[in-house]
């Protein structure tokens, strides 16, 4: 059920890896979590800036597959659940990775992913050959304890993923919203798995956030909704400023499925190190719904009146990473170019993902703009996401801007004053526009729309 680690492994890239994590941190994108006690390697913290890019990327999602669409409605369900629900979805007993420990240097590595290498019984550690014990299955969900008193009956799992949520809510939904099938339950948020080996960044984390879409069709449907949303998604990313010879569909073969999926198809990015999965699309049949209504003894199935029939929908589910495709849009924005003979970072982020759209930056410090500099502000925020910076000459503040990728600047300066007009500069272009404060929000809308 865990998903196979990236291809094609190679260092040439490891420098754009390392620019990349450098300037999450120097720009407060991503941080180490509990640095200061040595770090945490499964976590991450995200930043004033990550915070506002990661809910970009999920504004833009939420945006294309619930607000977007008449047939999709959204959930937010919990976190912590009873075995019960692990129980029924199979993940109490196929939820899991190989894992071997090096007798050696008592390092724990996966299995299939030595076995993916040239070297297969080489430890990556310590370099001994042969040490390696046998295989065992390792359960990748985290287990807790509900409530004061531990033990049998107080287990409780943090969800691996959020899918299981839209599958026990199903009839709540359909009851409570009137949907019908084909009509789809999307969710957002937080799930974890203890990977056995978390790595690349938030690539691959022991915390992570997922944007799931469970989309319930008649059976007869289900190749057609399937093939739709693999368009769909790929489409989603490309839209979004991933480049073309950066993305692709990866349909797996049949070694690879679930036991209860007909068809998946990986939308694949390539990272520095190799392509790598961002998203899969997996037609899972009725395999979920029948689950729980057998586990539960609920109904779990809709009645068509109009052919008067009963079925089981059957689910397409497009899965995606939220923190991993947040990863994806940074290494793709990620560029280098020289001004004026000055090397300039800048992140060519689309507008819709971009932390700040706009940034209000006054000339100077001096009092006497800051007035009008903050009014600037003020008539903005309402409209967007927008940064305001007085520290550092302006040439340095325009550069911390393209860092981050902020699409414009808009500068008061002192003539500001006088003619009621500022500078507008485009981060990719660098152009520079006078625009009339009463134009400024029009402007501003008609390029950033
Ligand atoms: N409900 C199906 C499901 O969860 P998955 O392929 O295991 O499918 C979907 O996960 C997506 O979640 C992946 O394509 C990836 O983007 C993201 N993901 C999974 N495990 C992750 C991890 N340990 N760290 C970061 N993202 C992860």
């Excluded at 369900?77 to 196929?94: D, F």
């Excluded at 003894?297 to 495709?325: C, K, M, W």
């Excluded at 932390?355 to 502000?377: G, I």
């Amino acid at each position: 059920m865990a998903e196979p680690e990236p291809q094609d492994a190679s260092d040439s890239h490891e420098d754009l890896m390392a620019k990349v994590v450098n300037l999450a941190k120097r720009r407060g994108i991503v941080f180490q979590s509990a640095e200061i006690y040595g770090g945490f390697r499964s976590a991450y913290d995200y930043g004033p800036v990550g915070v506002l890019m990661l809910r970009a990327v999920k504004d833009a999602w939420w945006r294309s597959i619930v607000q977007m669409r008449h047939d999709v409605v959204g959930l937010d369900a919990s976190i912590l659940s009873p075995p019960a629900v692990w129980e029924a979805s199979g993940h109490l007993e196929n939820f899991t990775d190989p894992l071997v420990d090096c007798k050696s240097c008592k390092e724990r590595f996966r299995e299939d992913h030595l076995l993916e290498g040239d070297e297969p019984d080489l430890c990556p550690n310590c370099g001994e050959r042969g040490t390696f014990t046998e295989a065992r299955q390792f359960n990748l969900m985290f287990e807790t304890q509900a409530g004061p008193v531990a033990g049998k009956g107080a287990e409780v799992y943090l969800r691996p993923e959020t899918a299981q949520g839209m599958f026990v809510n199903f009839a709540n939904v359909m009851n409570s919203t009137r949907k019908r099938p084909p009509f789809g339950i999307a969710q957002i948020g937080k799930s974890f798995r203890n990977e056995i080996t978390p790595g690349n960044f938030v690539f691959r984390t022991r915390e992570f956030e997922q944007m799931e879409l469970e989309f319930f069709v008649p059976p007869d449907e289900a190749d057609k909704w399937y093939e739709y949303w693999c368009g769909e998604r790929l489409r989603w990313y490309a839209d979004l400023g991933i480049p073309d010879d950066m993305l692709r569909a990866r349909a797996h073969g049949a070694d690879e499925l679930s036991h209860y999926s007909s068809a998946t198809s990986d939308v694949e990015f390539l990272f520095p190190w190799g392509w790598g999965e961002l998203e899969g699309v997996a037609n899972r049949g009725d395999y979920d719904l029948r689950q729980h209504a057998e586990h539960s003894g609920e109904r779990l199935d809709f009645f068509d009146q109009a052919n008067d029939t009963r079925y089981v929908p059957h689910v397409i589910e497009p899965a995606a990473g939220a923190t991993r495709s947040m990863m994806a849009f940074l290494i793709a924005a990620y560029d280098e170019d020289e001004v004026r003979g000055e090397a300039r970072t800048v992140l060519r982020l689309h507008h819709r993902l971009a932390a700040y759209r706009v940034a209000v930056l006054p000339l100077s410090k001096k009092d006497t703009l800051t007035p009008l500099a903050h009014e600037v502000f003020d008539s903005l925020a309402p409209h967007w996401q927008c940064d305001y910076d007085e520290t550092q000459a302006i040439g340095r503040r325009y550069r911390r801007q393209d860092e981050i990728g902020t699409p414009y600047c808009v500068t008061v300066d002192f003539d500001s004053l006088d003619d009621g007009a500022v500078t507008v500069r485009e981060r990719d272009t660098m152009d520079q526009d006078r625009v009339a404060l009463d134009q400024l929000v029009a402007y501003l809308s008609e390029r950033l729309a």
